[in-house]
């Protein structure tokens, strides 16, 4: 037998804010290839969760009441997560309002929950945070950490949303649901330019392209990609006013405050490409990026002028323009949307995990998940055969 009596004692604690650990004990675990570059993942940085929480994005009277997990050995700081009380299902894109109704309507309380998550990013990247070389440890002792909260408090449950096929697999063998669901990336497939990803499209989709996009630039003014040091206030100014309207339509009230993009633009400028169409001086309609190491995220588009065409040239293809010149290997688009698979992007799968209090709810909810997983693989192979890319090429596309 294995003498365990010396094994190192791992302890699991929730802060409620995050300045109470250092900006580099927790990117030491979220983003250790900093060091040598642009984090990975640019929403688990302390800075991106940093602004959420001082700008009134997350905390009292938003939803989403931080608890940051972190575990520690012999006083080393080895995982941490970004994990939030939760009083409904708002901004969390992946859905789970027929759970919630469910087990209320069988006498049941869903809320609170607890959510290991980005607030308002339907981004995959890993959600248990790790320091190189203690991957398995950090992320057994998260987990564990995270379900004696839930049952320490009598809260109904546990989700980890978008977080990696890895992660999802791990926390499936440990006993946690698996769930997948999909959404649609573009890929680079080490495209010299716009003009060699549209070669590989059929001719159809490749001169509907075109057309789409000589009908956005004729709106009347120019379209600017804007980063680090280009992106000054006043262009947040305007974005502000986009990103209401669409926060108003889509939620009812924007997830984000002023605030947040006043910190960005101090804080997390060099993290961001922002599209901004602009005509006679004034901005008309703009595109939210965030910029990782190998991809580039989609975030928010608004716009104050209707224009044709105009939506798909800023959140799409200038994505795509952008991740082509600066060697990216995919642009994700955010949640939904079949119409992308039209402009190149094509259907890819991500996970969650989630653990459930009451046994009958877990069963039934397992149950569901079988069937949804099955349904949703075959849609992927459906939409990935009906994709843009010309026949003699879809078989490296996939």
Not at 9 to 24: E, H, K
Not at 124 to 138: H, I, M, Q
Not at 262 to 277: G, N, T
Not at 341 to 360: F, I, K, Q, V
Request: net charge negative; glycine share 8%.
């Amino acid at each position: 037998m294995t003498d365990q009596s010396h094994a190192p004692i791992v302890t699991v604690d929730a802060l409620s804010d995050l300045s109470q650990i250092a900006q580099a004990d927790w990117d030491a675990c979220a983003c250790p290839e900093a060091a040598e570059g642009r984090p990975v993942d640019p929403f688990t940085t302390y800075r991106f969760l940093k602004a959420l929480e001082d700008s009134g994005s997350v905390g009292p009277g938003t939803g989403w009441e931080p608890h940051y997990l972190v575990a520690r050995m012999e006083e080393q700081v080895i995982a941490v997560a970004p994990l939030y009380a939760k009083g409904h299902s708002q901004g969390e894109y992946i859905f789970d309002h027929s759970w919630a109704h469910a087990l209320e309507n069988a006498g049941g309380r869903y809320y609170p929950k607890l959510q290991i998550a980005v607030p308002f990013t339907p981004a995959t990247g890993r959600r248990f945070l790790t320091r190189p070389g203690l991957e398995a440890t950090g992320l057994s002792a998260l987990v564990q950490g995270a379900i004696q909260f839930a049952e320490n408090y009598g809260l109904s449950s546990l989700h980890a949303t978008f977080c990696t096929r890895a992660e999802a697999e791990a926390g499936e063998e440990m006993g946690l649901l698996r769930r997948t669901t999909q959404q649609f990336h573009w890929y680079n497939r080490d495209y010299a330019d716009f003009d060699a990803f549209l070669a590989s499209l059929s001719s159809r989709k490749r001169k509907n392209i075109r057309k789409e996009r000589r009908t956005a630039q004729d709106f009347g003014g120019r379209i600017h990609m804007l980063t680090g040091d280009a992106i000054r206030p006043e262009h947040w100014d305007a974005f502000w006013i986009f990103y209401q309207d669409t926060g108003a339509r889509k939620w009812g009230s924007p997830y984000l405050t002023r605030e947040f993009f006043e910190i960005a633009q101090a804080e997390l400028r060099d993290d961001i490409a922002l599209v901004m169409a602009e005509r006679d001086g004034d901005y008309v309609a703009g595109a939210l990026n965030f910029i990782g190491r190998e991809a580039l995220f989609g975030r928010y588009w608004g716009c104050v002028e209707d224009h044709p065409c105009l939506h798909f040239e800023a959140c799409y293809y200038q994505a795509i323009d952008f991740a082509i010149e600066h060697g990216l290997k995919r642009v994700e688009a955010g949640a939904q949307g079949e119409h992308k698979l039209a402009r190149g992007y094509l259907p890819a799968e991500t996970h969650s995990l989630h653990w459930l209090a009451d046994a009958g709810f877990r069963d039934a909810v397992a149950r569901y998940l079988t069937a949804e997983r099955a349904a949703v693989g075959e849609d992927i192979e459906i939409l990935t055969a009906y994709g843009p890319f010309r026949k003699d090429r879809q078989e490296e596309q996939e």
